[in-house]
T-cell receptor
Framework: DAKTTQPTSMDCAEGRAANLPCNHS???????VYWYRQIHSQGPQYIIH???NNETNEMASLIITEDRKSSTLILPHATLRDTAVYYC??????????FGTGTRLQVFP | ETGVTQSPTHLIKTRGQQVTLRCSSQ?????VSWYQQALGQGPQFIFQ???????GRGNFPPRFSGLQFPNYSSELNVNALELDDSALYLC?????????????FGPGTRLTVT
């Protein structure tokens, strides 16, 4: 079973920041937090990952709380092409990804 | 750099038949994982291959089997197809097993069992 809890769906206006929350209260010390997204009918796409520090790349920022029990993925300026299902995953060294049902983000004009 | 490719794109089979799906991993990647994604669900882990050996398996019956070749490409075989096997089958490759490596997914093979 997935170790994360995410809202089923969210809306965001184009050009605004999209903040996608994720709860992972049972995360262990050596598990990373990963985010993937899946645009309709495509394979999932890696976005970002982190262990305990906040991370930023060209796609997004990942904010992990100090107790590591929750995190937020931030898309700073959402576009229509960011409409997708976003998956938050905690992952052990075995490299296995366990997907939940994710958050369906709808970006509207 | 070539990404992960899968073939075929779409496939229609009859219940009871056998199917083989193929995946070419990204250059330099020695680990391949297979996932099944039913409509409206997240991908479910089937199994993983690392340097030609199975390295972990999800909750799938033995009629789901796989291979990894010396060039790290991979096959997923499903015997005695059932209607519930209809799904998108995804292959993902990564440069190793360590937890900090991201996985790169292919576009998937859409299997329909009638």
């Amino acid at each position: 079973d997935a170790k994360t809890t995410q809202p089923t769906s969210m809306d965001c206006a184009e050009g605004r920041a999209a903040n996608l929350p994720c709860n992972h209260s049972t995360i262990s010390g050596n598990e990373y937090v990963y985010w993937y997204r899946q645009i309709h009918s495509q394979g999932p796409q890696y976005i970002i990952h982190g262990l305990k520090n906040n991370e930023t790349n060209e796609m997004a920022s990942l904010i992990i709380t100090e107790d590591r029990k929750s995190s937020t993925l931030i898309l700073p300026h959402a576009t229509l092409r960011d409409t997708a299902v976003y998956y938050c995953i905690v992952r052990h060294y075995t490299d296995k990804l366990i997907f939940g049902t994710g958050t369906r983000l709808q970006v509207f004009p | 750099e070539t990404g992960v490719t899968q073939s075929p794109t779409h496939l229609i089979k009859t219940r009871g038949q056998q199917v083989t799906l193929r995946c070419s991993s990204q250059s330099g990647h020695n680990t391949v994982s297979w996932y099944q994604q039913a409509l409206g669900q997240g991908p479910q882990f089937i199994f993983q291959y690392y340097r030609e050996e199975e390295n972990g398996r999800g909750n799938f019956p033995p009629r789901f089997s796989g291979l990894q070749f010396p060039n790290y490409s991979s096959e997923l075989n499903v015997n005695a197809l059932e209607l519930d096997d209809s799904a998108l089958y995804l292959c993902a490759s990564s440069p190793g097993l360590a937890g900090s490596y991201e996985q790169y997914f292919g576009p998937g093979t859409r299997l329909t069992v009638t």
